[in-house]
Every structure is written in C-alpha cells, then in structure tokens.
C-alpha cells in the first residue's frame, strides 16, 4: 500500500520518528529497567547436507543474553532485518575457519535451549507463520518486530507460557520453500484453553499497526512438539 509505513528498523521501510528526549526522559533512561524474564539469543548455523556431519545441537549456539530493556535495545540495534534476507542476503558470522552462513535467530528465556527435546519444549507446541516476500520488507519486519517486543517485553498473555521465538531463513539453500519463517514456542500444549488465548493473542500482537489499528493476522498454524516426533 502506497504510503504505509511499519515497524520496521531497516530504513527503506521504518515508519518509526526520532522521539524529543527531555530531562525526565534521559533520567528514566538512565536507570536500569528490568525485563520480566532473563532473555538468552541464539544462532543456528546451516548444517552440512551429508548424513549427521552436524546435529542440530552441534549447529545452535548462545550468542547474547539481556535482562534489561537497555541490554535488549543494545543488542537488537545490531541484529538484521527479516527484510535483509529479500536482498538476496544471507545471515552470515565469521569464525576462524571461516564465513558461517545462519539459517535461524532465536530468542529463548534463560535456561531453556531452543530445542524440542528441551523439558520446557517436549510437552509444549509453537505458533507458525510461513511470510512470502510477496508480503513486502516492511510487513514481515513489522511482524518480527511485534512478536519478539511483545514477547520480551512480556505483553502477549498469559506471558509465562512463551518459551521463545524463531526467524528461519527459508528463502535459499538446501531446504528453500521461498518464504521467511517464524515460530512462537510454548509451554504445556495439552492447556487447550490457554492455548488458544495465547494464539489469539500472539495473532492480534502480530498484525497491530504503528498507529494502534489492527490489520489481518498471516496465516497461523499450531505444531505441538510432543505430536509431531
């Protein structure tokens, strides 16, 4: 749509103003504003295509944690766009050996491993959401952005069934479906009734606009993790 703009950090899409600071607000800013839940963020490097060369375990590693919402925007000012990955760009971090390409950012709450075989996982489930680059930078930049704010940030109720959130670059590479990913990971999948409050939810957090409207929420579907070994 013509003229729209979005939540986007990336700045051939950000709809986002500089916001005038006064004296109360860099004194607030000053102090340290604690999260709910200690974060921790995660990368997954693409594994070789032969056999079991590399486990999925072997593959993810803890690259942050933050605690604080300072520590959060610290981090997050550096981290990539969904929208970056259009550009034909992959997620890349250089290591000794050499460039690794990521296939997934993941944020999860300390001491829970964004894997399914994590206690915290193996009885729980997560939202998808498949984004087609039809969609545009912005929209899917917007969509991250919600999700993973209102998930740190602990507004997306009941809260303490999120164990995290993951962007999987699905776009290229061995296992390419052309389309971005993203996961919302919870707890306890059998609470059918919280389930489908926090999928209610996670779906409206999703699809709010910059001016507090709320659009159509991308398709969703519900795995549960126990369901699906």
Same mark, same amino acid.
């Given at each position: 749509? /013509?003229?729209?703009?979005? *939540? &986007?950090?990336?700045?051939?899409f950000s709809g986002l103003k500089a916001v005038e600071t006064t =004296?109360?607000?860099?004194?607030?800013?000053?102090?340290? !504003?604690?999260? %709910?839940?200690?974060? &921790?963020?995660?990368?997954?490097?693409?594994q070789a295509t032969d056999g079991k060369a590399n486990q999925y375990s072997d593959a993810t590693h803890k690259v942050a944690q933050f605690q604080t919402?300072?520590?959060?925007?610290?981090?997050?000012? #550096?981290? =990539?766009?969904? &929208?970056?990955?259009?550009?034909q760009k992959r997620m890349v971090r250089e290591q000794p050996d050499g460039l690794h390409v990521i296939d997934a950012i993941m944020i999860f709450r300390d001491g829970i491993r964004p894997e399914w075989e994590d206690k915290a996982n /193996?009885?729980? $489930? #997560?939202?998808?959401?498949?984004?087609?680059?039809? *969609?545009?930078?912005? +929209?899917?930049?917007?969509?991250?952005?919600?999700?993973? *704010?209102?998930m740190v940030g602990s507004t997306i109720e009941p809260a303490h069934m999120l164990n995290g959130i993951r962007l999987v670059d699905k776009l290229s590479g061995p296992r390419a479906a052309n389309v971005i990913r993203i996961e919302v990971w919870f707890s306890n999948a059998d609470d059918q009734q919280s389930v489908n409050m926090l999928r209610?939810?996670?779906?409206? +957090?999703?699809?709010? %606009? !910059?001016?507090?409207?709320? $659009?159509?929420? /991308?398709? +969703?579907?519900?795995?549960? @993790? @126990?369901?699906?070994?």
């Open positions: 749509m /013509a003229g729209q703009t979005y *939540l &986007s950090f990336n700045e051939q =004296p109360e607000i860099e004194e607030q800013v000053k102090k340290n !504003l604690p999260l %709910r839940y200690t974060w &921790s963020i995660w990368e997954q490097i693409m919402v300072q520590d959060f925007w610290k981090l997050w000012n #550096h981290m =990539p766009q969904p &929208s970056e990955l259009l550009e /193996a009885t729980g $489930g #997560h939202f998808q959401f498949q984004l087609k680059p039809t *969609l545009g930078g912005g +929209c899917i930049d917007e969509y991250w952005n919600n999700l993973v *704010l209102g209610r939810n996670v779906e409206k +957090c999703l699809a709010t %606009r !910059l001016d507090g409207s709320v $659009g159509v929420a /991308a398709k +969703c579907d519900t795995k549960a @993790h @126990h369901l699906a070994k």
